[in-house]
């Protein structure tokens, strides 16, 4: 287990955050390569509302995954 309060603090940090960092990485290329096939197998229409949906989802999709989360917690709380 790495102290993160002892040491180099940029060093800590830059690699507490590295998983993240490479997620996202992943997630840019994911996208891309994404738009790179709706567009040349579906068309400008296809691709169009590939980005269209995106703002509709980035809204949704976190209070709906509060809202399962706080299921959850109460869920599991209520077995213990």
Request: charged content about 10%.
């Amino acid at each position: 287990m790495i102290d993160l309060t002892k040491g180099n603090e940029m060093k800590s940090i830059f690699y507490f955050a590295l998983p993240m960092l490479i997620g996202n990485v992943f997630q840019q290329l994911y996208n891309t390569v994404d738009s790179i096939i709706v567009g040349r197998t579906l068309g400008k229409d296809a691709l169009a509302s590939v980005g269209v949906s995106f703002p509709i989802f980035f809204y949704l999709y976190p209070p709906l995954l509060l809202l399962l989360w706080d299921l959850y917690s109460v869920k599991g709380y209520c077995y213990f």
